[in-house]
């Protein structure tokens, strides 16, 4: 799969928007479906959102409705849009890789990137 390194994460206020990417330099990007995950202080890891390699997209219901995963693999690239952002997704946010169908366990993930830093003021 490559290296994955995500980006466009930072402070903003409770309501706001952001939106993380997260590009590979695999040249196989188009075979995995793409994770984004979450872990916030004290808190153990969890899933965000999952888009299948076929094109299916699942999302966690905490997130269901504000976040949207999306990809381009012209670009190699995975995007979370996240609107209406609360105190509570507060969290250093993950991309990962895995072959196969959407899982929500982080385990079943091969390849993760460096995290991206998301804080949510109130």
């Known amino acids: 799969q490559g290296q994955l390194v995500e980006s466009g994460g930072g402070l903003v206020q409770a309501g706001g928007s952001l939106r993380l990417s997260c590009a590979s330099s695999?040249?196989?990007?188009?075979?995995?479906?793409m994770g984004w995950f979450r872990q916030g202080p004290g808190k153990e890891r969890e899933f965000v959102a999952a888009?299948?390699?076929?094109?299916?997209?699942f999302h966690a219901e905490s997130v269901k409705d504000r976040f949207t995963i999306s990809r381009d693999d012209d670009k190699n690239t995975a995007y979370l849009q996240m609107n209406s952002l609360k105190p509570e997704d507060t969290a250093v946010y993950y991309c990962?890789?895995?072959?196969?169908?959407?899982?929500?366990?982080?385990?079943?993930?091969?390849?993760w990137g460096q995290g991206t830093q998301v804080t949510v003021s109130s």
């Open positions: 990962a890789a895995r072959e196969g169908s959407i899982e929500t366990v982080a385990s079943s993930y091969d390849a």
């Open positions: 695999g040249r196989t990007f188009g075979r995995y479906t």
């Open positions: 888009f299948s390699w076929s094109g299916a997209t």
